[in-house]
């Protein structure tokens, strides 16, 4: 078995809110291995991006510490966080807003090089060339701008900038959902082939659980900051146990009308309470149909319910 390429553990942050404090990560622990990808799916707000973001050190946690290639890297800063962040790198949701306008796609894509000294001009030129073969755009590409390019060209670009340090492990934040349902099978074939040939771990964070599920081993179910239930895809996919978990997976909707009509209808009421205010037990429990007194009061721990399996329900 491989070893873990970053562990977390006990992973917390918290933001002042109205004078009030706002608890948007709690208590996470996760390990993801070289070469494997980890699915992390759950309602917006719900702290995705931003334990994402912890991850990279562009949040400082409150508490908790970040395992990375077998070393702490929590409390890095200076010369140590630059150097830790050539390892770790990130793909944004929206890419028509995370490229600069201003700039040519060649200028992007070797802003990352020449930011960390990496060769010289004819080098860092020849390197964007490659870059761009890598994720299937033209060599014509490199002296034109972002707005010349559709959505899906452009997050293409993005990856090539993030591939430009040879990083090990890319986070990528809900990078299809502002494509195009064709575009983004594109993009997710895509992120596949760079998985095998490049031998990168991702963490992947996104709404989609029919794409999750094609590119994950591993998923994640997180919920008003805290995870509900992880383990291997299949065994997630095929038997949910938290009730949250059920209410996902069964909005995938089926190919087969006749199976979908025979499926029962799983129904998600209201909306989540506040992250300023959550509840005292079970942090699902003002929605959960299953919900029952002992809920209210006792909070559950992600327990071990299968092989590489666990979740936080009472039941």
């Given at each position: 078995?491989n070893?873990?390429l970053?562990?977390?553990?006990?992973?917390t942050?918290?933001?002042?809110?109205n004078?009030?404090?706002?608890?948007?990560?709690?208590?996470?622990?996760?390990?993801?291995?070289?070469?494997q990808t980890?699915?992390?799916?759950?309602e917006?707000?719900c702290?995705?991006?931003?334990l994402?973001?912890?991850?990279?050190?562009l949040?400082?946690?409150?508490?908790?510490?970040i395992?990375f290639?077998g070393?702490?890297?929590?409390?890095?800063?200076?010369?140590?966080?630059k150097e830790?962040r050539?390892?770790?790198?990130m793909?944004?949701?929206d890419?028509?807003?995370?490229?600069?306008?201003?700039m040519?796609?060649?200028?992007?894509?070797?802003?990352p090089?020449i930011?960390?000294?990496?060769g010289?001009?004819?080098?860092?030129?020849k390197a964007?060339?490659?870059?761009?073969?890598?994720?299937?755009?033209?060599?014509?590409a490199?002296?034109?701008?972002?707005?010349?390019?559709?959505g899906?060209?452009?997050?293409?670009?993005g990856?090539?900038r993030?591939?430009?340090?040879?990083?090990e492990?890319?986070?990528?934040?809900?990078?299809?959902?502002a494509?195009?349902?064709?575009i983004q099978?594109?993009?997710?074939?895509?992120?596949?082939s760079l998985?095998r040939?490049?031998k990168?771990?991702?963490?992947f964070?996104?709404?989609?659980?029919?794409?999750v599920?094609v590119l994950?081993?591993?998923v994640?179910?997180?919920?008003?900051?805290?995870f509900?239930e992880i383990?291997?895809?299949?065994?997630?996919y095929a038997?949910?146990s938290?009730?949250?978990?059920?209410?996902l997976?069964?909005?995938?909707?089926c190919?087969d009308?006749?199976?979908e009509?025979?499926?029962?209808?799983v129904?998600l009421?209201?909306?989540?309470p506040?992250?300023?205010n959550?509840?005292k037990?079970?942090?699902f429990c003002t929605?959960c149909?299953?919900?029952?007194n002992?809920c209210?009061?006792q909070k559950?721990?992600?327990k071990?319910?299968g092989r590489d399996?666990?979740?936080?329900?009472l039941?």
């Open positions: 078995m070893q873990p970053i562990q977390v553990n006990q992973l942050k918290s933001f002042l809110v004078r009030q404090t706002l608890t948007a990560v709690r208590n996470v622990c996760f390990s993801i291995e070289s070469g980890l699915g992390l799916v759950g917006s707000g702290g995705k991006s931003t994402g973001r912890i991850l990279l050190r949040y400082e946690p409150d508490n908790g510490n395992i290639r070393e702490e890297i929590t409390h890095f800063s200076g010369k140590k966080l830790m050539r390892h770790m790198q793909i944004f949701q890419p028509f807003a995370s490229l600069n306008p201003r040519t796609v060649e200028a992007i894509i070797s802003e090089l930011v960390n000294g990496r010289g001009t004819r080098e860092q030129k964007c060339a490659e870059l761009l073969d890598l994720v299937n755009l033209p060599q014509n490199l002296g034109r701008f972002p707005h010349e390019f559709s899906g060209q452009r997050q293409r670009i990856i090539a993030a591939l430009a340090l040879h990083p492990l890319i986070i990528y934040d809900e990078p299809i959902s494509l195009d349902v064709s099978a594109q993009i997710v074939n895509l992120l596949l998985q040939e490049l990168l771990t991702y963490l964070i996104a709404h989609d659980l029919a794409m599920k994950s081993n591993r994640a179910v997180m919920y008003l900051g805290e509900v383990g291997d895809v299949d065994e997630l038997h949910p938290h009730p949250y978990t059920q209410i997976l069964s909005s995938i909707p190919h009308p006749i199976e009509r025979k499926r029962p209808p129904i009421h209201g909306e989540p506040s992250p300023l959550p509840p037990g079970c942090i929605r149909p299953k919900a029952t002992a209210w009061e559950p721990e992600l071990k319910i399996h666990f979740a936080a329900c039941f």
